[in-house]
């Protein structure tokens, strides 16, 4: 008897750590796979962000946010919330367990949108405002739901990769990865913010469409250009939208404790 307990509780902590492993969302040659962003990555994310995004993003490198405390302050503590949403993808070093990218993304509902928040976000910081005000001009003259024909889509908020793992196609692999992601929880739609060439560039490749652009050059504030170290070749800002085939909403939406419902992996071919 004392032995089946013992098997018995083995079995239930096998099962328990089961469920609260990170699903896999696929793989790629060079050794990274895509997971879950779990709530123990967070901190590591955080970090991440401080050191290979806000000093490199095009918006926020022209206004140094980086070198802002209060800016950069305010931008990890949206980063969090975003995270929270349990909707974002980790890129990790297979075998060391080190996380070498994340995309940060979080649904977005239009009843919920239009019952609780304001497409202009309350934010203090100045820097980090202006960056905010860009991106709301930005997706400002674009309706989602009504062009796209959805009540609810995945916005990506962050796209982001250490230094030395880029170049590699692994950032066209994440967003490959967040569309299965988006398939097994029935979002039909994947869009947000690319503000480079290149970003624009893989978006286009897996089969975003431009719904909005605004040029570096023409976003002024007080006759002088906002964003003035955008880069070689980095021309806008654009908003971008991938309607998924094949995906469709369920009929009746009913309401969920988690934004990620009860999603499973689909299995890698």
Same mark, same amino acid.
């Given at each position: 008897?004392?032995?089946?307990?013992?098997?018995?509780?083995?079995?239930?902590?096998?099962?328990?750590?089961?469920?609260?492993?990170?699903?896999?969302?696929?793989?790629?040659?060079?050794?990274? %796979?895509?997971?879950?962003?779990?709530? $123990?990555?967070?901190?590591?994310? &955080? $970090? *991440?962000?401080?050191?290979?995004?806000?000093?490199?993003?095009?918006?926020? %490198?022209?206004?140094?946010?980086?070198? =802002?405390?209060?800016?950069?302050?305010?931008? &990890? !503590?949206?980063? $969090?919330?975003?995270?929270?949403?349990?909707?974002?993808?980790?890129?990790?070093?297979?075998?060391?367990?080190?996380? /070498?990218? &994340?995309?940060?993304? +979080?649904?977005?509902?239009?009843?919920?949108?239009? $019952?609780?928040?304001?497409?202009?976000?309350?934010? !203090?910081?100045?820097?980090?405002?202006?960056?905010?005000?860009?991106?709301?001009? /930005?997706?400002?003259?674009?309706?989602?739901?009504?062009?796209?024909? &959805?009540?609810?889509?995945?916005?990506?908020?962050?796209?982001?990769?250490?230094?030395?793992? +880029? !170049?590699?196609?692994?950032?066209?692999?994440?967003?490959?990865?967040?569309?299965?992601?988006?398939?097994?929880?029935?979002?039909?739609?994947?869009?947000?913010?690319?503000?480079?060439? %290149?970003?624009?560039?893989?978006?286009?490749?897996?089969?975003?469409?431009?719904?909005?652009?605004?040029?570096?050059?023409?976003?002024?504030?007080?006759?002088?250009?906002?964003?003035? =170290?955008?880069?070689?070749?980095?021309?806008?800002?654009? *908003?971008?939208?991938?309607?998924?085939?094949?995906?469709?909403?369920?009929?009746?939406?009913?309401?969920?404790?988690?934004?990620?419902?009860? /999603?499973?992996?689909?299995?890698?071919?």
């Amino acid at each position: 008897m004392a032995l089946s307990a013992e098997a018995e509780v083995a079995k239930m902590k096998e099962l328990e750590a089961r469920i609260k492993a990170p699903s896999i969302w696929g793989r790629v040659l060079c050794g990274i %796979r895509f997971e879950d962003l779990q709530d $123990r990555r967070y901190d590591d994310a &955080v $970090r *991440m962000l401080k050191k290979h995004y806000l000093p490199e993003e095009i918006t926020y %490198r022209s206004l140094k946010i980086a070198e =802002d405390k209060e800016g950069t302050e305010e931008f &990890v !503590h949206n980063a $969090r919330i975003w995270m929270k949403d349990k909707m974002s993808i980790a890129a990790v070093k297979e075998g060391e367990d080190q996380l /070498v990218g &994340v995309l940060i993304m +979080r649904i977005q509902e239009k009843n919920a949108f239009s $019952r609780t928040f304001s497409r202009v976000k309350i934010t !203090h910081n100045p820097l980090y405002t202006s960056v905010m005000k860009f991106y709301n001009e /930005v997706e400002k003259p674009v309706d989602v739901y009504e062009k796209l024909g &959805v009540r609810k889509y995945i916005k990506v908020y962050v796209i982001a990769l250490k230094k030395r793992y +880029r !170049h590699r196609g692994i950032a066209k692999d994440m967003l490959k990865a967040a569309i299965l992601l988006a398939k097994s929880a029935f979002v039909p739609v994947i869009a947000g913010i690319f503000t480079t060439a %290149r970003s624009q560039q893989i978006a286009e490749e897996i089969g975003f469409e431009k719904l909005n652009e605004i040029y570096y050059i023409r976003y002024l504030k007080d006759g002088e250009v906002v964003f003035s =170290d955008a880069g070689l070749g980095n021309y806008g800002a654009a *908003m971008m939208a991938y309607r998924i085939p094949g995906v469709e909403e369920p009929e009746e939406l009913r309401a969920n404790t988690s934004s990620r419902f009860n /999603v499973q992996p689909l299995e890698e071919s």
